[in-house]
């Protein structure tokens, strides 16, 4: 698949974060640092996330690169194009050529949270998922993290089903239920014509 290491919106710039460097990485983790109550309730590796070394060398090598390297999927940072600063991050992944299918992540932090950008950087990533070829995106959220169920509502997602107790969640001290969620490209193509 040929991802572009850039795609831009109104607002946004989502930004494949390449060449890795320190300096990007201190900025992220500032930002999941300030947003660290709120990530970690949803996102198990907030709490691994330790320091800008961890963030460079776990996140930035070991998840990004090496995924875009072996084209298993296309991380990009979320920049506001007024400030160039990062606020989150948003993610192809879990891709199959065969089956056409991959899945989409998301985190944005505190700060950038009810301005409309998740659903703007949203709608631009499934936009160059479903040109490039690809017939079906899910989204995965626990059931009870209402900001991301709203998020995948209001992009018009199906609810496919619920995964019950699939995953243990430490931070609820519970096993959670999945929400799986899903958009047919046929389905993206019908709404363009709106």
């Not at 800008?52 to 996140?59: G, I, L, M, Q, V």
């Not at 989409?104 to 936009?127: P, R, S, T």
């Not at 995953?167 to 193509?189: C, G, P």
């Amino acid at each position: 698949m040929n991802f572009p290491e850039q795609i831009e919106t109104e607002r946004l710039i989502l930004k494949r974060p390449f060449p890795p460097t320190f300096e990007l990485a201190q900025k992220l983790y500032t930002v999941v640092e300030r947003s660290r109550e709120t990530l970690r309730e949803w996102l198990p590796w907030v709490d691994q996330t330790q320091s800008a070394e961890d963030e460079y060398t776990h996140f930035l090598i070991d998840w990004c690169q090496k995924h875009w390297e072996e084209s298993k999927g296309f991380p990009y940072l979320i920049h506001e194009k007024k400030t160039l600063g990062v606020i989150g991050a948003i993610d192809f992944m879990k891709f199959s050529e065969t089956n056409k299918t991959g899945e989409i992540g998301y985190w944005l932090g505190d700060e950038a949270v009810g301005n409309g950008y998740m659903q703007e950087a949203l709608k631009a990533l499934e936009k160059t998922v479903f040109e490039l070829g690809i017939n079906r995106i899910e989204i995965k959220n626990d059931t009870l993290n209402d900001r991301s169920v709203h998020v995948t509502q209001k992009a018009g997602y199906h609810l496919d089903g619920i995964a019950r107790q699939d995953a243990w969640d430490a931070y609820h001290n519970r096993f959670r239920d999945t929400n799986i969620w899903s958009k047919l490209k046929s389905e993206w193509l019908e709404k363009q014509k709106d």
